[in-house]
């Protein structure tokens, strides 16, 4: 073991005002990092751009020997270090981007006790040249970043991150502090288990981030209106838009520009070079709009992004957090835009139902999926319910569009009563199961062809549904699937069947407050006026 150095900082306070330059610690860092100076492990929960990286950084400078910091992010490794370097931190990286020879000249360093940081992927540190090498060294410190990735409940699940279990066997006395956005109670659990934390104060920071203002609009015709808004509220600013697929990506980045906003795609499709270069232009112009998949964000920090817009349904409240906090770091208003329709679920469901993996998995899906939807419909504060998502209360924010502009929830018990009875009647007395539209048609009482067809004019509930539009019933539509009330068929048909959710309210035990739709009573009927 080589001679331990003198610390080059003699306390935190010292480091963050000589090496950061910055005046005083934000929220709970003081206590976090003296905590972690005095040998003690942590778990950090911070929201986006809380502040989470001095966490580790500082008491690496402190306590003798490198701070081995564990990353997913090959690709920011890179910056990171450059960013520390040029404050006078002696770090370096071990990753695949590497030669040979340049990841032999950072081992040396670390042996040598020459490195205050050495960022290292958690595949790489499992190699046993790696773990050979880290006990020719001191270790001040481990950090496991992004620590939600040893979750299965989370949308970033790596399994190398299991392994890091090893940590606490082979290092008992290193303090290990695990660091994440990611706040749920399931994935806390399972960071503390993995990663033997039971012993270890957790640090919670609020995750409310007033500054961003939540918004969830109906999806008609999604790139007319992320184009309106950008136009109208955001032009000529930097921002996010996210899409689930490619080819969305590239389609929307494409219109965006032809449209006259600056726009640029991003996804893992795209080579290394062009998505390099994308997100380098993204950091370093001003109004840059990128449009990408959730392949893009994770350890970016750009403090003046001005929007995250989702044009689809993201997977889950969490990956819907992470991604609209990447808006408004800079503490400024920001906006978090999602269109979202009734093609989102059944898009979803479907997508889950089609997904290998086991049984248990697909249920977690499902679920994540079930509180996403119920975050878009409902009816009270979009931030109370972010927020109780992730165990905190707060009162309503006064900054969400349904604390803005309350929705008219309204009684819709006898809507979905009537939609679930037409869809128990086809099955009942026809044996047959039918998509949204034909269901709809029915329900206004529409003579179409296929309505003649199978007779479905005779069925009692024919016409009963006259009173409310199409636009009215496609939303009522949507609602009773987001409430799991109707299921859409795993044959890809997109027919639609009853749950178990469904007997309380056509027995009439429970009471639907639902969105507005659409036009609820619409001009009376031709039959009517003449
Ligand atoms: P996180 O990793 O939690 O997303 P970062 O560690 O990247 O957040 O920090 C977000 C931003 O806040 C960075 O630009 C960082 O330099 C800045 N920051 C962090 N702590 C302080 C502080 N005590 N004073 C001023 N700025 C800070
Ligand atoms: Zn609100």
Not at 171 to 189: I, Q, S
Not at 439 to 446: A, E, P
């Amino acid at each position: 073991r080589p001679p331990a150095e003198p610390p080059r900082h003699a306390n935190a306070l010292d480091a963050l005002r000589e090496v950061f330059g910055y005046e005083s610690f934000r929220g709970e860092q003081q206590a976090i990092i003296e905590h972690i100076i005095g040998g003690g492990d942590a778990l950090v929960l911070m929201p986006t751009g809380g502040g989470k990286s001095l966490c580790y950084q500082i008491p690496a400078l402190v306590r003798p020997g490198a701070g081995v910091v564990i990353s997913p992010l090959i690709a920011l490794m890179q910056d990171q270090v450059d960013a520390l370097q040029e404050l006078g931190v002696r770090a370096a990286f071990l990753n695949s981007s590497q030669t040979p020879g340049q990841a032999r000249e950072v081992e040396r360093a670390f042996v040598r006790g020459e490195l205050d940081l050495l960022y290292v992927a958690p595949e790489r540190l499992l190699t046993p040249r790696c773990l050979d090498l880290l006990d020719g060294g001191r270790i001040a410190l481990f950090a496991i970043d992004e620590a939600h990735c040893v979750s299965q409940w989370g949308h970033d699940f790596r399994p190398e991150y299991q392994a890091l279990k090893l940590l606490a066997e082979r290092w008992p006395g290193v303090p290990r502090v695990a660091l994440t956005a990611t706040a749920t109670d399931a994935t806390r659990t399972d960071i503390v288990a993995c990663l033997s934390l039971d012993a270890a104060p957790q640090f919670i920071a609020s995750f409310d981030r007033p500054n961003i203002r939540y918004r969830i609009v109906e999806k008609h015709e999604v790139r007319r209106q992320l184009l309106d808004f950008i136009r109208a509220e955001h032009a000529g600013e930097c921002g996010i838009v996210y899409a689930l697929s490619r080819s969305r990506v590239e389609q929307t980045a494409e219109f965006l520009s032809r449209s006259g906003i600056a726009a640029l795609p991003y996804h893992a499709g795209l080579d290394a070079r062009t998505r390099a270069e994308h997100q380098a232009r993204f950091l370093r112009e001003d109004g840059i709009v990128m449009v990408a998949t959730i392949a893009f964000g994770m350890g970016v920090n750009k403090p003046d992004v001005r929007f995250v817009a989702h044009i689809d349904l993201p997977k889950s409240v969490e990956g819907y957090y992470q991604e609209t906090g990447r808006a408004g770091r800079d503490g400024l208003p920001a906006d978090a835009w999602l269109a979202y329709g009734l093609q989102d679920v059944v898009q979803q469901r479907r997508m889950i139902d089609d997904s290998e993996g086991d049984a248990l998995h697909q249920r977690r899906q499902m679920r994540q999926l079930d509180a996403m939807l119920a975050l878009c419909e409902t009816v009270t504060c979009r931030r109370q319910d972010l927020l109780a998502y992730f165990g905190q209360s707060i009162e309503p924010c006064g900054n969400c569009d349904t604390c803005l502009e309350p929705p008219a929830a309204w009684d819709g018990t006898v809507a979905v009563q009537k939609l679930l009875s037409a869809v128990y009647r086809l099955w009942r007395e026809r044996g047959q199961r039918f998509g949204g539209g034909h269901l709809i048609d029915i329900l206004r009482g529409q003579m179409t062809d296929r309505v003649k067809q199978h007779g479905h004019d005779t069925l009692s509930v024919f016409g009963v549904g006259e009173n409310l539009s199409a636009d009215a019933w496609r939303g009522i539509l949507r609602q009773a699937l987001a409430l799991g009330l109707l299921t859409v068929d795993l044959e890809g048909y997109g027919t639609l069947a009853l749950t178990e959710a469904s007997r309380a309210v056509l027995k009439g035990e429970r009471t639907l407050m639902l969105r507005p739709v659409a036009a609820k009573r619409p001009k009376a009927s031709r039959q009517r006026t003449t």
